[in-house]
T-cell receptor
Framework: GENVEQHPSTLSVQEGDSAVIKCTYSDSASNYFPWYKQELGKRPQLIIDIRSNVGEKKDQRIAVTLNKTAKHFSLHITETQPEDSAVYFCAATDQTGANNLFFGTGTRLTVIP | GAGVSQSPSNKVTEKGKDVELRCDPISGHTALYWYRQSLGQGLEFLIYFQGNSAPDKSGLPSDRFSAERTGGSVSTLTIQRTQQEDSAVYLC???????????FGPGTRLTVL
């Protein structure tokens, strides 16, 4: 099955700086890569996703890049704000055709005011 | 509209007892997924439904775990003879089709004493 690795496990940045979280996956057939943000005690919320037919996608301060050859994808958050503090999970699908998501172990991002 | 709901929100049980966890997906969503999140860990895929059928049961940790979905809507995840290692937050997600974005419920926190 799919194996997703995520780094770093914790990340602290000053408010206004950028944050980058990186993930690798093992299944070359994976074609969908969402990122979820989970605040303490709350459900995961989708913040951005990318499909394998594009290399980059942006949504305001958030961007995701995908390198299918190297099987890695990254989340970029610019101009970080304290409310960005949360745990971020990357995920990748397996090859069944359904979106069975296999998640990374998460990155705890702390934005220091 | 209403999001994914789960009940109960918290469940404390004794080792060896059976528990049932319920998920109400977003109306009209044909795909439904169950995940497990252990304390401080990522999300682990358990099972998904396309309509009432479960094409992929590979994520279920043992034969003590089972799930069903009736009427293409509500799903129940049953854990028989619970063990302490079953303690986790069980999250349900639904999507319009198997290739669409998954929306998560608030989870059921299961504690096995």
């Amino acid at each position: 099955g799919e194996n997703v690795e995520q780094h770093p496990s914790t990340l602290s940045v000053q408010e206004g700086d950028s944050a980058v979280i990186k993930c690798t996956y093992s299944d070359s057939a994976s074609n969908y890569f969402p990122w979820y943000k989970q605040e303490l005690g709350k459900r995961p919320q989708l913040i951005i996703d990318i499909r394998s037919n594009v290399g980059e996608k942006k949504d305001q301060r958030i961007a995701v890049t995908l390198n299918k050859t190297a099987k890695h994808f990254s989340l970029h958050i610019t101009e970080t704000q304290p409310e960005d503090s949360a745990v971020y999970f990357c995920a990748a699908t397996d090859q069944t055709g359904a979106n069975n998501l296999f998640f990374g172990t998460g990155t705890r991002l702390t934005v220091i005011p | 509209g209403a999001g994914v709901s789960q009940s109960p929100s918290n469940k404390v049980t004794e080792k060896g007892k059976d528990v049932e966890l319920r998920c109400d997906p977003i109306s009209g969503h044909t795909a439904l997924y169950w995940y497990r999140q252990s304390l401080g860990q990522g999300l682990e895929f358990l099972i998904y439904f396309q309509g009432n059928s479960a094409p992929d049961k590979s994520g279920l940790p043992s034969d003590r775990f089972s799930a069903e979905r009736t009427g293409g809507s509500v799903s129940t995840l049953t854990i028989q003879r619970t063990q302490q290692e079953d303690s986790a937050v069980y999250l349900c997600a639904s999507s319009r089709t198997v290739t669409d974005t998954q929306y998560f419920g608030p989870g059921t926190r299961l504690t096995v004493l």
